[in-house]
């Protein structure tokens, strides 16, 4: 039987096990919508109050379960409305199907009302892009982009479809979940090279990146540093792999890193990196990053490897067959002296984080967190706080800590937390500042219509904290542009939106609004007084090395 | 720093060339010249960039160019082990005082003379890109008037052979 463009989209997204998307309605997508009508109790659509709002949606819902995550949009503005949730996707490797309608084939071209080449504009934001220009196209090209987000490292795929198309009848026929394409595996010969290093290796140090929860390689990883008798650090992606309660876990390393993970690190001779790139984020000066050490570099994105840090080793493969590998070929190791001097390295850490009886940010992490369970995902926007958590927070299951790493997209959070929330099932945390609050707090809204259970806590400074650091270090205190001056009440603000809103200026009051917040069936917004001269430490300065790590700063008033 | 030759074949779809040449600007490759045609395969078109790089970045560009969905296969070519032919069309000024010398040069580089009119002559010259650069530099003194080359094509020699599966 014959059906038409649009109930074949309905129909793929089915197929391939797709329950909720994301999305906004809009002229050259109201045949989709009309056809979601039909499937709306097989196909939840959520609807955000901007584009944008519904990409980090889909984002986050993918962050938090693995899955890929779909988000609709119109063309024209709505499809451009996407381009910083298909980017931010995209630094993350975050698997993503993003569908925009557009005008009718005979239309493109000649800058029709609502016409923009989205695909020319996402080409070197998605891994693929498709238009599809005939119908009979349509399901085997939906297909091949869910095969392509999931496959490899994953990434967000852009599918364009003109109305025309969309209306267009061809018969169609019921497909299976497409399968990821076979994962690379690493070369036996490149491990035993590796196993060969990692022989005389006696302060060995793992790297994970966000690789090691895509490749769901938590458990190879811990087996391997168990077996080399290795201290585990990660990058801000990779956060959340390694749970806090495993005592080789010594954190985040790099710019705004765990003094202990930074400078094991440096210290290493052998640093085994997995799953992870070097960002610029993570390695400071590149002349100067370990160069104590060796390094071997397991990843399934070859292109990575010899990208930014030129390593002894590279692997190219999937990190958990490659680790697994790895280990059965290696004999258990003891390193007193490396595990002493790691133990060192954290009471070290310990003694130079200042204690506090006020509303600071570690202070708040902490309320949060004794109240919070190991599934609840943390998600947060981009700035101090977001360091703040990512070094505070004491996460233990893969998939619960949902950040914008590579893009570092301020307004990410309230979409990611809607849809980590609605994909995990999971009572979702953000944390944010109020500035990041402020560039997306319109799907306060959507958290509302849908009921979210969610507890949306700001860092408020009234200033752009993030920024407002370097001012200080510098930029001579100029603070250019970075004290917001505004007067926007999150608590009356968020009554208006029809959500909760309480106001805490000490750690008495946040306890107990975050406790009462944290059983709530919907959205409740905390607002946190916190004073504008905290500083993310340790930071080592942009450009710098470990060798001008800062771990403390005295601010004159 | 190494000049080398690089055979892609990539998707006969619209938009390859462009996400080829976006990936070279985006992550900063600088290519000396682009050949793009059809194939034996309607499926496929091929593309032959020459690029002067290093060798960590001539592996860079390998694997970005991999990671290209449109992309099947890529690889180097082997200077001794392939063939390479470059087309030049060149629009000199036709003086009778510099008219015979160049004629022979026309005859001594084995080109050709395809259009002859009281003001220009245009020539086509084939052949390596060294040989094209000296016919340019040859022709500089008389006048050149405008010129275009094709970029290299290049096969490699005997059974070698860029295919898809």
Redesign the interface.
């Known amino acids: 039987m014959k059906i038409s463009g649009s109930k074949i989209v309905m129909e793929t997204l089915i197929e391939q096990g797709c329950d909720t998307i994301f999305g906004y309605p809009g002229g050259q997508v109201i045949n989709l919508f009309d056809e979601l009508y039909n499937y709306q109790d097989q196909i939840k659509h959520v609807l955000t109050a901007h584009e944008q709002g519904a990409s980090h949606a889909a984002d986050g819902y993918a962050r938090a379960t693995g899955k890929v995550g779909v988000v609709i949009a119109t063309s024209g503005p709505g499809a451009t409305n996407l381009v910083t949730g298909i980017a931010t996707a995209h630094l993350d490797s975050v698997p993503m199907v993003a569908i925009t309608g557009n005008v009718p084939c005979s239309l493109i071209g000649r800058d029709s009302f609502q016409e923009v080449d989205i695909?020319?504009v996402t080409?070197?934001i998605t891994?693929?892009n498709f238009i599809v220009k005939d119908v009979t196209k349509l399901a085997e090209t939906l297909r091949e982009a869910f095969r392509?987000a999931k496959s490899g490292r994953p990434g967000p795929v852009l599918v364009d479809i003109p109305k025309d198309v969309q209306v267009a009848q061809c018969e169609y026929e019921r497909g299976h979940v497409v399968e990821a394409y076979p994962k690379l595996a690493a070369s036996e010969d490149k491990l035993l090279k590796a196993a060969e290093i990692l022989k005389d290796a006696k302060k060995p140090y793992i790297y994970c990146g966000g690789g090691i929860i895509a490749g769901g390689a938590t458990r190879e990883i811990e087996a391997l540093a168990e077996k080399l008798d290795a201290v585990i650090g990660s990058s801000m992606m990779g956060l959340s792999a390694i749970s806090t309660d495993n005592p080789r876990f010594l954190g985040m390393q790099g710019m705004h890193g765990h003094y202990a993970s930074s400078i094991a690190q440096d210290e290493a001779d052998v640093i085994i990196v997995a799953g992870a790139r070097f960002s610029d984020r993570a390695t400071g000066k590149k002349e100067r990053f370990a160069i104590n050490s060796k390094i071997i570099h397991i990843d399934i994105?070859?292109?990575e490897?010899?990208?930014n840090i030129?390593v002894d080793l590279s692997i190219a493969g999937d990190v958990k067959n490659a680790v697994s590998r790895l280990t059965a070929m290696i004999d258990p190791k003891k390193n007193p002296e490396w595990m002493a001097r790691a133990a060192e390295l954290k009471e070290i850490e310990a003694s130079t984080i200042k204690k506090s009886e006020a509303l600071t940010p570690y202070n708040i992490i902490d309320i949060i967190s004794s109240v919070t369970d190991p599934k609840t995902v943390i998600a947060t926007d981009v700035g101090q706080h977001q360091m703040w958590t990512a070094q505070r927070y004491p996460f233990k299951s893969p998939r619960t800590f949902v950040s914008s790493g590579g893009l570092g997209t301020m307004g990410f959070g309230m979409g990611a937390a809607i849809g980590a929330q609605m994909g995990s099932g999971e009572r979702t945390v953000l944390v944010t500042g109020d500035g990041s609050f402020g560039m997306n707090l319109n799907e306060l809204a959507t958290a509302v219509s849908f009921n979210v259970p969610m507890v949306v806590v700001i860092m408020n400074n009234g200033v752009l904290g993030m920024v407002r650091q370097w001012q200080t270090l510098f930029f001579n205190k100029h603070y250019s542009n970075t004290t917001l001056n505004r007067q926007t009440d999150f608590v009356k603000l968020a009554e208006a939106f029809g959500a909760k809103g309480v106001r805490v200026t000490t750690c008495d009051e946040l306890k107990d609004a975050f406790a009462k917040a944290y059983k709530e069936n919907g959205p409740v917004v905390i607002d946190c007084i916190v004073n504008p001269d905290e500083f993310v430490l340790p930071m080592l300065p942009p450009g710098g090395s470990i060798d001008d790590i800062i771990t403390n700063v005295e601010v004159e008033a | 720093m190494e000049k080398f030759v690089i055979a892609i074949l990539v998707s006969n779809v619209s938009g390859v060339l462009t996400r080829v040449s976006s990936m070279f600007t985006r992550r900063g490759f600088n290519i000396d010249s682009l050949a793009v045609g059809e194939t034996e395969s309607f499926d496929y078109s091929r593309i032959t960039i020459t690029f002067t790089g290093d060798r960590a970045e001539k592996k860079q560009l390998i694997r970005q160019l991999a990671k290209l969905y449109d992309v099947k296969e890529v690889e180097v070519l082997d200077k001794a082990e392939s063939v390479s032919r470059e087309l030049l069309l060149i629009k000199v000024e036709n003086r009778p005082e510099t008219r015979q010398d160049i004629m022979s040069a026309v005859e001594v580089f084995r080109c050709k003379i395809i259009d002859y009119s009281a003001v220009s002559l245009i020539c086509e010259v084939t052949g390596e890109s060294s040989k094209i650069q000296a016919f340019i530099e040859l022709m500089k003194p008389y006048g050149i008037i405008e010129m275009c080359r094709t970029g290299m094509v290049a096969l490699e020699r005997g059974n070698n052979c860029l295919k898809s599966e």
């Open positions: 695909v020319g080409m070197p891994k693929h392509i994105d070859n292109s490897l010899q990208k030129t």
